[in-house]
């Protein structure tokens, strides 16, 4: 079945300093979507991206979709303590399902 | 006026037991899910249901049978529950964009069910 690595799996980063994630599937993929969960929270939706090479931006998040499709990274500028949580990204090959990567969790050091 | 919603929040239950968790979305959505979230926070797939067909159904004991009485609702029940089965499980829906793609899902609150 498809697989999705993320990474890194953690990240602590001191309060303005940038954030990245990166997904990585081993199949060519449809689409793929972020999502973010703050700690006992659920994921919530952020974006999701269709088009090779496709780059949007939320504030300070940029997403981009690697030319291929088979790769995604979410960038975080100048963090802030409400960035705190797990970002996960869903990838799909088709129509039916997402597979979520592993999750990156993101502390903020004050 | 929330979106997706899951019944109960928390669960605690014997080994051995019987449990329903229940979900709702009132999005329109035609597409719903079951999801489960393990200790190390990875979400793995369960169950999809298609407008009350079931279109995925992924290597889940059959100890777990969920049921789509219609498109709005999507019920997950667990027989002789197991204490591996301990993790929080979200219930989520997506609508079907422009060329039956996915679009973004809306997860619910997550039950946490805990076997002892």
């Known amino acids: 079945g498809q697989q999705v690595m993320q990474i890194p799996q953690y990240q602590h980063v001191q309060e303005g300093e940038d954030f990245t994630t990166y997904c990585n599937s081993s199949?060519?993929?449809?689409?793929i979507q972020w999502y973010k969960q703050r700690p006992g929270g659920h994921p919530v939706f952020l974006i999701q991206?269709?088009?090779?090479?496709e780059v949007k931006k939320q504030k300070r998040l940029t997403f981009q979709f690697g030319e291929a499709k088979k790769n995604s990274s979410l960038h975080i500028t100048a963090t802030q303590t409400t960035d705190v949580g797990t970002y996960f990204c869903?990838?799909?090959?088709?129509?039916?399902?997402?597979?979520f990567g592993t999750g990156t969790r993101l502390t903020i050091i004050p | 006026d929330t979106a997706v919603s899951q019944t109960p929040k928390y669960l605690v239950t014997q080994m051995g037991n019987d449990k329903s968790i229940k979900c709702e979305q009132n999005?329109?959505?035609?597409?719903m899910y079951w999801y489960k979230q393990d200790s190390k926070k990875f979400l793995k797939i369960m169950f999809s249901?298609?407008?009350?067909?079931?279109?995925i159904n992924e290597t889940v004991p059959n100890r777990f049978s969920p049921k789509s009485p219609d498109k709005a609702h999507l019920n997950l029940h667990i027989n002789s529950l197991e204490l591996g089965d301990s993790a929080v499980y979200f219930c989520?829906?997506?609508?079907?964009?422009?060329?039956?793609?996915?679009?973004?899902?809306?997860f619910g609150s997550g039950t946490r069910l805990t076997v002892v």
């Open positions: 989520a829906s997506s609508p079907r964009l422009r060329g039956a793609r996915l679009g973004g899902y809306t």
């Open positions: 199949t060519t993929l449809s689409n």
């Open positions: 991206l269709v088009k090779s090479g």
């Open positions: 869903g990838a799909s090959g088709g129509n039916e399902k997402l597979t």
């Open positions: 999005l329109g959505h035609d597409t």
């Open positions: 249901y298609n407008n009350k067909e079931l279109i």
